[in-house]
């Protein structure tokens, strides 16, 4: 078992930034993928970044450039950085592990956070 603990979400102008941290306990860290996720109000769950075990990264579209994912094996923790946030990147964000090898498809993930909320004003 995989446990995992958002942070770090809040309120923020638009233009402004934020820095997500999902700590994970149980199984070894570095043996796992890590997504980042998240779902609007009425939406489904969207793909945003993820790093497989060697540190490759992914991005969705709408995010590149302005997020950047990383990983610290030491702290099991998974971060989120997160700049030049718009309106449309409010959301709850949730973090999930798999094994090995990261993907952008929620089901391919079988541990969730709880979720974390970040909201950009206008």
């Known amino acids: 078992q995989v446990q995992l603990a958002e942070s770090g979400g809040g309120l923020v102008q638009a233009g402004g930034s934020l820095r997500l941290s999902c700590a994970a306990s149980g199984r070894t860290f570095s043996n796992y993928a890590m997504g980042w996720f998240r779902q609007a109000p009425g939406k489904e769950r969207e793909f945003v970044s993820s790093?497989?075990?060697?540190?490759?990264?992914m991005y969705a579209d709408s995010v590149k450039g302005r997020f950047t994912i990383s990983r610290d094996n030491a702290k099991n923790t998974v971060y989120l950085q997160m700049n030049s946030l718009k309106p449309e990147d409010t959301a709850v964000y949730y973090c999930a592990a798999r094994l090995t090898r990261s993907t952008s498809r929620p089901s391919d993930y079988g541990y969730w956070g709880q979720g974390t909320q970040v909201t950009v004003s206008s």
């Open positions: 790093i497989s075990w060697n540190g490759a990264s």
